[in-house]
């Protein structure tokens, strides 16, 4: 999965299976305050790393779009 701007830059990006990785992954072996952290917000835990995924992929994008 990657997140790019409209000249193609890739700002964030992981690899489809170490996401899947990640989310298979019981709350309670997540790491605390990382990426992949889950939130309280959604039960299920491959949406809230995607969530997480896409504000993190904001984030990096402002610093592109700040020059």
């Known amino acids: ?16 299976n170490d996401f899947l990785d990640l989310t298979s992954m019981k709350p309670e072996d997540s790491f605390e305050g990382g990426l992949f952290s889950f939130s309280n917000n959604f039960e299920d835990p491959s949406t809230s ?19």
């Not at 790393?49 to 020059?67: P, R």
């Open 49 to 67: 790393s995607y969530v997480n995924f896409l504000k993190e992929g904001l984030e990096k994008a402002t610093e592109y779009l700040s020059h």
């Open 1 to 16: 999965m990657m997140i790019c701007l409209p000249n193609g830059t890739v700002v964030h990006h992981i690899n489809a």
